[in-house]
């Protein structure tokens, strides 16, 4: 049974380093054949363990946490990943409407970056912690509040959030598997598909997600969630992945797995975001049986705690975390670590890439465009390989049929115009190391590029 009250992301630019460094890692010991990599010794914390088979494993805290040296020492050594319990929500960052206040979000990106940990972002909007004056609004006013307020927030933290929760919570409890009311869902029933291309904007590296809870197994809020994904899958609708709260009681639904691979092969990645257990004689079971069905989805990418210690919970009266009130290691975070640590290297059920060039001889690199088009637009994402030798720069030429024309370019930069443009490197991402790769994207109007890319490497 899940347990979940009334209402109700992590990591973009460290798993890529992480994946892409793997990958070079992995070509060079097979071009050199020097090293024969030792057995996998355990890891001895669940960050560490997770990055075996290239996953995050974080924690929500809240950046007035990190003067409390027993809550941060754990917090440091234990995760990669953070998201702020409360400090990114409407009601915190824009208090007055227009007047924003980032101040807790910023520490705890500092925090972050200060400790190698990347950050999911939540959440950009929901019906619950929304500011007074954004309660009191509806129709238009409201529609306009939101598009500015994810494009503020979005845009004020753009290139350091791994994964946002756009959309948090917009579906309803109980068996009709349809939307929750709320001032938001009034406003039109195109409020989650307008937030997520707003969002694409306001920060195209980072991932896209929509969160919720009581979705833990195949019943019909997640059936009703499954529709709304795969409907914007169809048609072009910015959404990267799922996050399954997972605020969890005694028992777990034995479709745990079955329900995240079902998102997954959806073409979507998933995360269980919120996860909290109550204390009982199975917490520890059900902690483990959760970790390993994220395991077992190739794409399932990161696990996320509500919190460090029982006394930092929102639930503190269950005890549903990994460490007790002194700090102490519980059974369950034993059981968390012996599943993580069950899985070494990367992940071994990962799809193939999509490129189904071979990486070119001599250097150079390759490229491979995937579409997502609906009538009358489109958003392609490519991805760019570097050949047998690493590279310092590139150029993807993409041809264009009549009518179509490029509107937005993220992670390169665009030139040229009419029937051809050209996608050069920008500065973080021109540098890959042999078979390493990199994705860009761009959206228009038209029907979208056609044929294979070319890439020329310098
Ligand atoms: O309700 C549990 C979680 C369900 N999913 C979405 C999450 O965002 C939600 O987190 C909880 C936080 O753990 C609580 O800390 O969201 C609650 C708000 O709905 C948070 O509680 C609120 C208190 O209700 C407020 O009184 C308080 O001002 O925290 C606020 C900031 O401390």
């Known amino acids: ?14 798993p890529r380093v992480l994946l892409l460094s793997l990958a070079a890692g992995t070509a060079l010991l097979a071009s050199t054949m020097l090293v024969v990599p030792a057995a996998n010794a355990a890891a001895s914390t669940l960050g ?24 941060t020492t754990i917090l440091n050594r234990e ?18 409407q227009n007047g924003f206040n980032f101040t807790g979000g910023d520490r705890l990106v500092a925090h972050a970056r200060a400790n190698g940990m990347s950050v999911r972002g939540h959440a950009l909007v929901w019906h619950a912690q929304q500011p007074g004056w954004a309660q009191n609004l509806s129709g238009t006013a409201l529609r306009n509040a939101m598009t500015n307020h994810i494009t503020r927030v979005a845009g004020h933290f753009r290139g350091q959030i791994h994964s946002w929760d756009v959309v948090n919570e917009a579906f309803a409890d109980g068996g009709g598997g349809g ?9 039109g029933n195109d409020w989650i598909e307008v937030a997520f291309r707003t969002a694409r904007a306001a920060d195209p590296g980072a991932k896209l997600c929509y969160n919720d809870y009581n979705t833990d197994g195949i019943n019909a809020k997640s059936t009703g969630i499954y529709n709304m994904v795969r409907d914007f899958k169809a048609r072009g609708v910015p959404i990267d992945c799922v996050g399954f709260q997972s605020h969890l009681g005694t028992t777990l639904a034995g479709d745990y797995q079955a329900n995240l691979q079902r998102f997954a092969d959806l073409g979507v990645d998933v995360q269980i975001t919120e996860l909290d257990v109550a204390q009982g004689s199975n917490q520890a079971s059900i902690y483990e049986r959760v970790t390993r069905a994220c395991l077992a989805v190739a794409r399932c990418t990161g696990i996320t705690v509500w919190g460090v210690r029982d006394s930092d919970s929102w639930r503190r009266n269950e005890n549903p975390l990994l460490f007790d009130a002194n700090g102490n290691k519980k059974a369950a975070y034993q059981s968390v670590l012996n599943a993580l640590n069950s899985v070494s290297g990367p992940n071994p059920t990962t799809p193939p890439p999509t490129t189904t060039a071979p990486p070119p001889t001599g250097g150079g690199c390759t490229a491979s465009v995937s579409l997502n088009s609906w009538n009358g637009g489109f958003v392609a994402t490519v991805k760019v390989t570097a050949g047998n030798s690493a590279i310092r720069g590139w150029t993807v030429r993409v041809a264009l049929p009549g009518g179509t024309a490029v509107t937005g370019t993220w992670n390169a930069q665009a030139s040229g115009s009419g029937g051809t443009v050209n996608f050069a490197n920008v500065s973080y991402n021109g540098q890959l190391g042999a078979g390493g790769n990199t994705e860009f994207g761009f959206q228009g109007t038209g029907t979208g590029p056609s044929g294979t890319p070319t890439c020329t490497a310098s």
């Open 1 to 14: 049974m899940n347990r979940r009250s009334t209402d109700g992301r992590g990591p973009a630019i460290r």
């Open 179 to 187: 939307r929750r009311d709320s001032n938001l869902q009034r406003t």
């Open 48 to 71: 560490a363990a997770a990055a075996q088979s290239g996953r995050y494993f974080g924690a929500a805290t809240s950046s007035f946490m990190f003067s409390n040296s027993q809550h």
């Open 79 to 96: 995760f990669n990943s953070i998201v702020a319990e409360n400090e990114m929500k409407w009601d915190a960052t824009e208090p007055q």
